[in-house]
């Protein structure tokens, strides 16, 4: 049976990520954990997250969690979500604690001067609600997941990467940016796939079933 860990360190909805995951994967073991120990157990590993990244960094620090999800990263199925995304680049502009350094590139806030429709209109930050999401190309996760389906987004911070070819799609507000990457077992989206109806389930559980 497939052990999946739902990393805890106190910060976000970590039970609707594990709802999701149990409902796409009913064979599944889904734990919502903080123990290091059953991290470095598991077969499958799902980083979510929401609040600041400089509150999250230091929580993954206080509860010993650096170092077992670096060498999930580097080892199994991967998947990080909302914040899960952005502490895996190297640094943000929402203040000095650097990231985890897993893709090389920083994390940047939605510019004042840039938020604007095509129309003239003030876009709000930060970016709420349902997006189309443009697919670079093919990966296992976007299996039986059409081009431009909509996924859900709360964010006021977006990922730059400097590494090509990771970038797996993007999405547009105000501008285009990255809204997921890949690279061989690892996977991390902006949006909330939990929250996306059908395109999210597919994600997760293709996620589930993903063999990098």
């Given at each position: 049976m497939t052990h999946i860990a739902v990393i805890d360190?106190?910060?976000?909805?970590?039970?609707?990520?594990?709802?999701?995951?149990?409902h796409v994967a009913p064979e599944a073991t889904v734990e919502v954990t903080g123990d290091p120990e059953?991290?470095?157990?598991?077969?499958?590993?799902?980083f979510p997250g929401q609040g600041a990244m400089p509150d999250c960094m230091r929580e993954l620090d206080r509860r010993h969690l650096r170092q077992p999800i670096l060498e999930a990263a580097q080892s199994k199925p991967f998947l990080?979500?909302?914040i899960g995304l952005q502490m895996l680049f190297e640094s943000s502009e929402e203040g000095p604690t650097?990231?985890?350094?897993?893709?090389?590139?920083?994390?940047?806030?939605?510019?004042?001067?840039?938020?604007?429709?095509?129309?003239?209109?003030?876009l709000k930050v930060p970016h709420m609600g349902w997006n189309?999401?443009?697919?670079?190309?093919?990966?296992?996760?976007w299996s039986g997941i059409p081009q431009d389906a909509r996924f859900y987004f709360v964010h006021s911070y977006?990922?730059?990467?400097?590494?090509s070819g990771v970038g797996a799609a993007s999405t547009h507000y105000a501008f285009d940016f990255t809204c997921a990457v890949a690279r061989e077992n690892v996977f991390a989206v902006q949006f909330h796939p939990e929250k996306s109806a059908l395109p999210g389930l597919a994600l997760l559980g293709n996620f589930v079933h993903w063999k990098p």
């Open positions: 360190y106190g910060m976000g909805n970590l039970r609707s990520v594990a709802k999701a995951l149990e059953r991290v470095r157990a598991a077969e499958r590993v799902v990080g979500l909302c650097p990231g985890l350094g897993v893709f090389s590139g920083h994390v940047r806030r939605f510019p004042d001067d840039r938020m604007f429709s095509p129309a003239g209109q003030r189309e999401v443009r697919q670079s190309g093919k990966h296992a996760l977006y990922v730059q990467e400097h590494d």
